[in-house]
């Protein structure tokens, strides 16, 4: 059973860098077919998509925080990673990792981490 | 792109059917297939219902079905349940993807 799990600092300084990882357990993050996703949940929000990495490495991003998004992956370490720049309050959110699994179809996000809250604040 | 329009609550007694609908445009549910739902518990990560409109991955119960009409997709839980009371959002691929604002259901 594939399982997912973020990890990162709960805390970033406005302007700063926020940084999470994604741990992939139960299977191989190399298997083709899925995406990685990064989704974040604004508090008392809805989901907003950040953007997926394929094993490979190709990425696509959310137009609206591209210019502030990287997702990069590790496969020997069967982890993926967000890094996003120039936070601000607004950023503040729970972010999970998704698995996305395109032979299912396109946006059928079937496995999810627990999420990890992470507060923008001086 | 704009968040997809759900209404904010919806509710009905045990045993009855209710139906929750996900509006967008020509550039995301009415363009493509790929309608995703989802199921949110308080405090805890989303869970997949429905797929390309109106599959269901394996495990969700058959009173789970969705459905699409132009730019409006719809997922109908009939026969609710207690355990039906969460939040449910849906979601569009459009070129990258968009979810909805979620809906709250009520079991009474």
């Known amino acids: 059973q594939v399982q997912l799990q973020e990890s990162g600092p709960g805390l970033v300084k406005p302007s700063q860098t926020l940084s999470l990882t994604c741990t992939v357990s139960?299977?191989?993050?190399?298997?083709?077919?899925?995406?990685w996703n990064w989704i974040r949940q604004l508090p008392g929000k809805g989901l907003e998509w950040i953007g997926y990495?394929?094993?490979?490495?190709?990425?696509y991003y959310n137009p609206s925080l591209k210019s502030r998004v990287t997702i990069s992956v590790d496969t020997s370490k069967s982890q993926f990673s967000l890094k996003l720049s120039s936070v601000t309050a607004a950023d503040t959110a729970v972010y999970y990792c998704?698995?996305?699994?395109?032979?299912?179809?396109?946006?059928?996000?079937?496995?999810w981490g627990q999420g990890t809250m992470v507060t923008v604040s001086s | 792109q704009s968040a997809l329009t759900q209404p904010r609550s919806v509710s009905g007694s045990p045993g009855q059917s209710v139906t929750i609908s996900c509006t967008g445009t020509?550039?995301?549910?009415?363009?493509?297939?790929?309608v995703s739902w989802y199921q949110q518990y308080p405090g805890k990560a989303p869970k997949l219902m429905l797929y390309?409109?109106?599959k269901r991955p394996s495990g969700v119960p058959d009173r789970f079905s969705g459905s699409k009409s132009d730019n409006t997709a719809s997922l109908t839980i009939s026969g609710l349940q207690a355990e039906d009371e969460a939040d449910y959002y849906c979601c569009s691929y459009a070129g990258s993807y968009v979810f909805g604002t979620g809906t709250k259901v009520t079991v009474l």
């Open positions: 139960g299977g191989s993050i190399s298997s083709g077919g899925y995406y």
């Open positions: 390309d409109v109106s």
């Open positions: 990495i394929y094993y490979s490495g190709s990425t």
């Open positions: 020509s550039s995301d549910v009415g363009d493509y297939k790929y």
């Open positions: 998704a698995r996305e699994d395109t032979v299912m179809g396109l946006g059928a996000f079937d496995i």
